[in-house]
């Protein structure tokens, strides 16, 4: 099994921006990279996913915001974070998206932590 790192979070302020990494142990290639984020007594949520071929989509509430993007040569996916909100602060987990889905005890990371101040 693949192992995921996340770095990048931080401290920002409202309307900045950060570069979530997500580093793996192994191929990528085939995995749906899912990146989720855990508010502060809020259940956790998937923000955006990614194909190994690339394909991409995003949570209505990220959209226009967050992209979501890989290097599979390099073994890494990354979530780029603009315009960010006080309502994005959260742990961002970067996950294998189909054992999440069809698993109930998925070993998580530790995350990465954002907080956006307002």
């Known amino acids: 099994q693949v192992q995921l790192v996340e770095s990048g979070g931080g401290l920002v302020q409202a309307g900045g921006s950060l570069r979530l990494s997500c580093a793996a142990s192994?191929?990528?290639?085939?995995?749906?990279i899912g990146w989720y984020r855990q508010a502060p007594g809020k259940q956790r949520e998937l923000v955006a996913l990614?194909?190994?071929?690339?394909?991409?989509n995003v949570a209505d509430s990220v959209k226009g915001r967050f992209t979501i993007s890989r290097d599979n040569a390099e073994n890494m996916v990354y979530l780029q974070m603009n315009r960010l909100k006080s309502e994005d602060t959260g742990v961002y987990y970067c996950?294998?998206?189909?054992?999440?889905?069809?698993?109930?005890?998925?070993?998580w990371g530790q995350g990465t932590q954002v907080t956006v101040s307002s």
């Open positions: 990614i194909t190994g071929g690339g394909s991409s």
């Open positions: 996950a294998d998206w189909k054992r999440v889905t069809s698993t109930s005890t998925y070993s």
């Open positions: 192994g191929s990528i290639f085939s995995i749906i």
